[in-house]
């Protein structure tokens, strides 16, 4: 992507240059150069950002110069959420894992996705036949299940007093999808009695697999062709997508080309081995699915600096696995009060939902947290909340050296005296 | 509301719902798919050994094909490296897994044998996935099993033995009842952590 950009830049300055020829003196221009006019338009067939706006995604990644024969592309890029503004992530800004592995380059008019196991009648589509058939379009997040966990994909970064919501919560995203329901091709199929779980497949290199029980397939799971108003990105599963909503991200199958029915849950590596939460009684919890309330602030946070004491509108992110948020609460004064946020529309299941609350900044030390309730009734907890669920205390959270999956606690950030806006999660 | 919708889906599993059984909604939307363009992509492996082909290995078999293609990464003794993540291990590591610092390997951590050869040949060698023979997947599962401790060096793996290995973690998961996996509810499920 950034050795291209340059390239582009430059093309981007000559036209221009060429155009400003063109209208500076139009009546000497001779014919020949007619085409520079055709050039100019071209220039703006696909828009870009204002060269001022600089967000990009962060995390790490393995410098192709310096990485070893052989090794595997590593890197974990994390959404911006601090630059955010609305529910919808820029496709471009989308957090994404690689688990070792550059992007398929999938060329859509040979992609295939095949429905076959325990089925009436084993179906092959193609892209175009898929895009075909009745669609829905709805507005889904997907999160990574060690997003904001102390420690996790985002490593030490995620607990220094430095961190921004990039660093805290960046492993979620959210997304306009528009695809075809499972339930739509499952019915085309005929599922049949015996068929209580299905098997996702993508078409990468390591051909990620998952194992998903039928009733969630046949619930709200979708096979996405579109994201964002156009076609999901390469990183994010071109051409076909498996959306499904409120699960832990690794659910989500990108470049999705093979659907089983099976009778029981197919034990990949990913759902077994690398992906089951382990308590301190030594005990493995597989196949935890639904992601649990969570919400940021993203303004004013870590990384911010107040300009000075006076009027800031505080607001935020939250969302549930289990569907809609049904309220925001905002603390300003360390969790001593809290206030309901106003949610912004649209509000949708298992969707990020925008929230924010007016908020006049005396120029005191001061923390600000957000607490969400979905539409379940459940609250999203605090730190030492988690900590009991996992039968331990908040120094098992400090000092445990795996993932956390699906920590969904509180996230307070500290408002000092000259501006400045910590992290203050432990 | 999916609470609802799971009751439907399991009502009509037990009636065989006339809505999944009908007949195709649209017309000439979707081939049907030959037996060998399925075999072809069927690569699922079931923990019951569901799925596995035909050929058989053995450790004695693996080590010279663990040193060819996979010692670069994975080290000389499955040790690890600078690439790939150590795959030797055995019930010693058990024992880490009530810790803050639980140590992951197959032989110490993964519940199923199946899923070893499962995930080498979906895969591995990186940049050569799918490449391996059957024979070559039986023989290098059976290597890091061997490795680990779990079995013998002259023990053959095939679609029958392999399924039958028992891994020291594999009673280390919750809930031990396949069938008791899909219901978060009843699991008593909060934010995520299910026990």
């Known amino acids: ?426 | 509301m999916r609470f609802s919708s799971l009751i439907g889906a399991g009502f009509c599993l037990m009636l065989s719902c006339p809505v999944l059984a009908q007949a195709p909604s649209y017309k000439n939307i979707g081939g049907t798919p030959t037996k060998q363009e399925i075999e072809a992509w069927d690569i699922s492996i079931g923990p019951d050994g569901k799925g596995l082909p035909p050929g058989h290995g053995s450790a004695k078999d693996g080590a010279p094909i663990f040193a060819a293609k996979c010692a670069v990464c994975h080290g000389d003794q499955g040790q690890g490296g600078k690439i790939g993540p150590r795959v030797v291990g055995g019930i010693a590591d058990t024992k880490t897994l009530s810790t803050i610092r639980p140590v992951r390997t197959v032989g110490g951590y993964w519940p199923y044998a199946t899923t070893v050869w499962d995930f080498i040949r979906r895969a591995m060698p990186r940049d050569q996935s799918g490449t391996l023979t059957p024979n070559e997947v039986y023989a290098l599962t059976a290597w890091i099993l061997y490795k680990s401790n779990i079995i013998q060096e002259g023990d053959v793996l095939d679609a029958k033995t392999l399924p039958k290995v028992q891994m020291p973690n594999r009673n280390g998961f919750v809930p031990a009842n396949f069938a008791d996996i899909p219901d978060e509810k009843k699991r008593g499920c909060k934010q995520g952590l299910c026990p």
């Open chain 1, 1 to 426: 992507m950034n050795p291209k950009e340059p390239a582009r830049r430059q093309f981007l300055k000559s036209g221009a240059a060429l155009a400003g020829l063109a209208v500076a003196v139009p009546a000497a221009l001779p014919a020949a150069d007619a085409p520079a006019l055709e050039k100019v338009d071209e220039l703006h067939l696909y828009g870009e950002r204002s060269h001022y706006v600089t967000s990009l995604r962060n995390g790490s990644i393995n410098n192709p110069e310096r990485r070893l024969p052989n090794e595997p592309v590593a890197f974990g890029l994390r959404t911006p959420l601090q630059d955010s503004v609305g529910i919808i992530t820029p496709s471009s800004l989308h957090f994404t894992i690689s688990h070792g592995f550059e992007p398929p380059d999938i060329d859509p008019k040979k992609h295939r996705l095949l429905i076959h196991g325990l089925v009436d009648r084993p179906l092959i589509f193609t892209v175009d036949e898929i895009k075909r058939l009745p669609f829905v379009t709805r507005f889904h997040f997907i999160e990574c299940h060690g997003n904001s966990s102390p420690r996790g994909p985002g490593g030490d970064a995620r607990v220094s007093v430095d961190a921004t919501p990039q660093e805290t919560h960046g492993f979620t995203s959210c997304s306009q999808w528009t695809g075809v329901p499972l339930s739509l091709l499952l019915k085309e199929a005929g599922v049949k009695k015996e068929a209580t779980w299905i098997i996702a497949e993508g078409a990468d290199a390591p051909k990620h697999s998952k194992s998903i029980p039928i009733g969630k397939a046949l619930d709200d799971a979708l096979i996405a062709y579109g994201q964002n108003g156009e076609p999901v990105r390469p990183e994010q599963g071109f051409p076909l997508r498996f959306v499904v909503p409120g699960w832990q991200g690794i659910n989500n199958v990108k470049w999705l080309r093979r659907i089983k029915l099976v009778d029981e849950p197919y034990m990949a590596m990913m759902e077994t081995s690398r992906y089951p939460s382990m308590t301190l009684d030594g005990k493995s919890h597989w196949f935890e699915f639904t992601l649990g309330p969570k919400s940021v602030i993203t303004r004013p946070a870590g990384g911010y600096r107040m300009p000075g004491p006076g009027f800031h509108e505080v607001t935020g992110l939250a969302w549930s696995g289990a569907g809609a948020v049904k309220r925001v609460e905002v603390s300003t004064d360390g969790g001593r009060t809290w206030v309901d946020a106003t949610l912004h529309e649209p509000i949708a299941r298992k969707a990020h939902t925008r929230f924010s609350c007016p908020w006049t900044w005396d120029g005191n030390e001061t923390v600000l947290q957000s607490r969400c309730t979905d539409e379940t009734g459940t609250v999203q907890p605090t730190v030492a909340a988690v900590a009991k669920l996992w039968g331990a205390d908040i120094d098992f959270l400090k000092k445990s050296q795996q993932v956390v999956g699906d920590f969904n606690a509180i996230q307070p950030w500290k408002v000092n005296k000259d501006g400045s806006v910590q992290n203050a999660i432990f």
